[in-house]
Structures are given as structure tokens and as C-alpha cells.
């Protein structure tokens, strides 16, 4: 398994700023991915960020507005750019541990964030 | 396309009793399948996986899940609920590509409300 912190856990920011989650994992892992779960809602997939590659946007999100950083084999950052109320949700970072053939994917605690 | 459905928003059971919590999945070829659950203001916590070998996979707290294949279906059970199950329910699938760890897909969730 991967041991997963985030932070800040929560925050309430004003619209128009950027608020920078970071993700720090016990292990180093190849694979980490960030969520985006609304209100009620379930996890959207926002974005793969693999070391040493691009980070890869799905559908409807882009680098401009979801920036993404992985410096490393253990941390990642995603910045909420320019937010509105409508980024108001929780945001999870993910990974999927290196060990081969172990498939599951951890979450972390994830960041609740409200934008007024 | 590949999906998962959650047919019940709310699944509410007396403790002790029997829980079931349905999901299907459409994934081309043969997927992996999750359960994970979600505490209030947590993050989500891996229960059990299907790879292979044994329909019936036995997971953390005394959970369980059935992959019927012809069925495309994977439901979570229990034979003796607690308080302490109350939360929300996800169903995840991954498809399988070779050598390439596959995208994760998640149901909406199921919230399980369990009455002492």
C-alpha cells in the first residue's frame, strides 16, 4: 500500500485567486493521478501525472486552469488557477504503488476547498 | 465506452442484518474490479479487488464481493452489517491493455445507511 498526505486539508479561498494542493506519498510511485469529487457527485479523473513526462489532461480540463507539477517519484502539486465557485470540491490526489501486479490504487484525505 | 453502474443512491439496513450493494460494470474484455469506501470529510479506503481466480473475493471488515462475469456484475456484501458500515459505497473498474495499467472508472456510489 501508499501512504498519502495532502495539503491543505481544507481551504476557502476568494473567486479569481489560486490555491496549490500538494501530495507527498510515502513511496516512490510511477503513476499518480488527480480527482476532482463535487458536491454529491463521484470522482472525475482530472489528470495522470507520470515523472519525467507531461502531465495528461482528460476531457474539459486544461493546464492553464489545473497546472500540474511532478518534480519527483513521491510528490506532486495541482494548482486550482483563477478559481470560481464552480471549482468548490474536494480535490484527491491518487497513485498506484510500483509493486507489479498489486493494480489497486490509493487516495488520500484529500483538500475540500470553497471558493466565495 | 467503458462505465460502471450503481443502480441505488441509498442502500438502508437494520444492523446484523444481511447488506448488499450492487454494481455492474460494461468494459470491454476482462476487467479489474474495486470497492472502496468513503467516510465523511475522508478520503477513500480500498476494500477488496478482483484480478482473477476466485469469483469470491474476501476484502477488509468483513467484506466481500461476487464477480459474475455473464452478469457483468460485482456486488459488495456482507453477511452482518454494523453501525460503523455506514458510508459511501464506490465501485471502480479498470480495463485491462496489455501491459498498460488502464484508466480507472467509478460508479456514482451508493450510500449505505445501516439502523441500529
Known amino acids: 500500500s501508499a501512504v498519502i498526505s495532502q495539503k491543505p486539508s481544507r481551504d476557502i479561498c476568494q473567486r479569481g485567486t489560486s490555491l496549490t494542493i500538494q501530495c507527498q506519498v510515502d513511496?516512490?510511485?510511477?503513476?499518480m493521478f488527480w480527482y476532482r469529487q463535487q458536491p454529491g457527485q463521484s470522482l472525475t479523473l482530472i489528470a495522470t501525472?507520470?515523472?519525467?513526462?507531461?502531465?495528461?489532461?482528460e476531457s474539459g480540463f486544461v493546464i492553464d486552469k489545473f497546472p500540474i507539477s511532478r518534480p519527483n517519484l513521491t510528490f506532486s502539486t495541482l494548482t486550482v488557477s483563477n478559481m470560481s465557485p464552480e471549482d468548490s470540491s474536494i480535490y484527491l490526489c491518487?497513485?498506484?504503488?510500483?509493486?507489479?501486479?498489486?493494480?489497486?490504487?490509493?487516495f488520500g484525505p484529500g483538500t475540500r476547498l470553497t471558493v466565495t | 465506452a467503458q462505465s460502471v453502474a450503481q443502480p441505488e443512491d441509498q442502500v438502508n439496513v437494520a444492523e446484523g442484518n444481511p447488506l448488499t450493494v450492487k454494481c455492474t460494470y460494461s468494459?470491454?474484455?476482462?476487467?479489474?474490479l474495486f470497492w472502496y469506501v468513503q467516510y465523511p470529510n475522508r478520503g477513500l479506503q480500498f476494500l477488496l479487488k478482483?484480478?482473477?481466480?476466485?469469483?469470491l473475493v474476501k476484502g477488509s471488515y468483513g467484506f466481500e464481493a461476487e464477480f459474475n462475469k455473464s452478469q457483468t456484475s460485482f456486488h459488495l456484501k456482507k453477511p452482518s452489517a454494523l453501525v460503523s458500515d455506514s458510508a459511501l459505497y464506490f465501485c471502480?473498474?479498470?480495463?485491462?491493455?496489455?501491459?498498460?495499467?488502464?484508466?480507472?472508472?467509478f460508479g456514482r456510489g451508493t450510500q449505505l445507511t445501516v439502523w441500529p
Open positions: 491518487s497513485v498506484v504503488p510500483g509493486l507489479a501486479g498489486s493494480y489497486e490504487q490509493y
Open positions: 513511496s516512490q510511485v510511477t503513476m
Open positions: 501525472a507520470n515523472q519525467g513526462s507531461e502531465a495528461t489532461y
Open positions: 468494459v470491454s474484455g476482462n476487467p479489474y
Open positions: 478482483y484480478i482473477t481466480g476466485d469469483n
Open positions: 471502480a473498474v479498470r480495463d485491462r491493455r496489455g501491459s498498460t495499467l488502464g484508466r480507472l472508472y
